[in-house]
């Protein structure tokens, strides 16, 4: 019998000028980008949270806390790697994975595709079981004003592996 856990995260970055925008595993041009410790990726760090969240392991602040240099500047992707490796030691997989982000500017949509191949890279499943998806807040907000960039995921993971 096939076994599933849900899991859901939120993450919230500041915007300031001049620092590095980083979403989904992506580098996205713009003037502006999210205030961290780490590179700041708040996509995946929701992803990070929702995965974690489904296998009740806590938190991705938890696992990787920002008091620790060891995580200064580190690539997200590293740390959604070391979640799934979590994952599967107890044995589940991303069944499909549904990512929302509310960003004011730049347009995301030229990045989108891109954005689910790094994920599904990263995780080791089909780009099919990856979905991306943003949205303005039609100004409305600190979304709004440009002063943070807001995440949620939603994932569905799946026992494929047995353990006892
Ligand atoms: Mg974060």
Redesign the pocket.
């Known amino acids: 019998m096939t076994e599933f856990r849900i899991g859901q995260g939120y993450?919230v970055?500041q915007i300031r000028e001049g620092l590095p925008m980083w979403l989904c595993g992506v580098r996205i041009p713009s003037e502006t980008g999210f205030v961290?410790h780490?590179d700041?990726d708040?996509a995946l760090?929701a992803l990070c949270d929702a995965m974690l969240g489904a296998l009740a392991l806590g938190d991705?602040g938890h696992l990787f806390p920002d008091t620790d240099p060891a995580y200064k500047g580190i690539s997200s992707i590293l740390l959604l790697k070391e979640v799934a490796l979590k994952a599967r030691d107890m044995g589940y997989v991303p069944a499909n994975i549904d990512i929302t982000i509310a960003l004011q500017a730049p347009k995301l949509a030229p990045h989108i595709m891109k954005m689910r191949e790094e994920i599904a890279r990263a995780l080791d499943i089909d780009v099919s079981k990856v979905s991306v998806k943003a949205t303005t807040t039609e100004r409305l907000g600190f979304v709004g004003r440009g002063e943070g960039c807001e995440v949620w995921v939603v994932v569905l993971l799946e026992k494929i592996f047995l353990s006892n």
């Open positions: 993450d970055h961290a780490s700041g708040v760090h991705i």
